[in-house]
């Protein structure tokens, strides 16, 4: 993962998103276990290793994608964080599309955050801490270190929600890359005139 070049702050927010993309849902209920924050704390080591090894991988950019997508299926509570990007839509959509608009937004991610990697090789992530975030789940803080440049401080929100921990979203600098996906996918949604099939096919096209 991460270093910093000469990349303005909302570049970098909207390329950590991605590591982990990665994650994105506020409302969410704590873990159960006791050791919830140890357990979030080496699920984040465990996605920081990945996502550095990727990086650094060297690979061409349609394997950069296709294995970045797959470390948001496995680390991400992907239909969590998709329904809460989509909102009120999300309550209206049928299984069908529930599903469709998953995998879309899911490769969406992947190709709209896996393409900036280039400007993170050689950075590293350090875990600081974890606190109870109540039903919002865990909060693990991380400093991301880019040689010879600023120190990105961002926390990782991990939820049980799905069965096991995963990340559901990243707070970078303040920011919630959840409400600026949201953001994104809402102003996308009403350009489709509401429609969660054209939607889902406009995600497609951006993937």
């Not at 990665?22 to 409302?27: D, E, I, K, N, R």
Request: no cysteine.
């Amino acid at each position: 993962m991460p270093t910093t070049d000469p990349i303005t702050r909302p570049g970098r927010r909207a390329l950590l998103a991605g590591l982990a993309s990665a994650a994105l849902l506020g409302l969410l209920p704590r873990p159960a276990a006791a050791d919830a924050a140890s357990q979030a704390q080496a699920l984040v080591m465990a996605i920081s290793a990945d996502l550095t090894k990727l990086v650094n991988s060297g690979r061409s950019e349609a394997q950069l994608y296709r294995d970045f997508e797959g470390l948001l299926a496995r680390y991400a509570d992907m239909p969590a964080v998709a329904a809460a990007t989509l909102g009120p839509a999300w309550r209206g959509a049928s299984a069908g599309q529930r599903q469709a608009y998953v995998a879309a937004f899911q490769s969406y991610l992947a190709r709209k955050y896996g393409r900036q990697f280039g400007e993170y090789r050689n950075a590293s992530i350090s875990v600081t801490g974890a606190r109870d975030a109540g039903k919002a789940g865990v909060l693990v803080q991380t400093v991301v270190v880019r040689p010879g440049q600023e120190n990105i401080a961002v926390d990782w929100q991990i939820s049980d929600r799905s069965g096991r921990a995963r990340a559901v979203n990243l707070i970078i600098e303040g920011v919630s890359l959840l409400a600026n996906e949201r953001a994104e996918v809402g102003a996308m949604l009403d350009a489709q005139g509401g429609s969660v099939d054209r939607l889902t096919a406009e995600l497609r096209a951006r993937s």
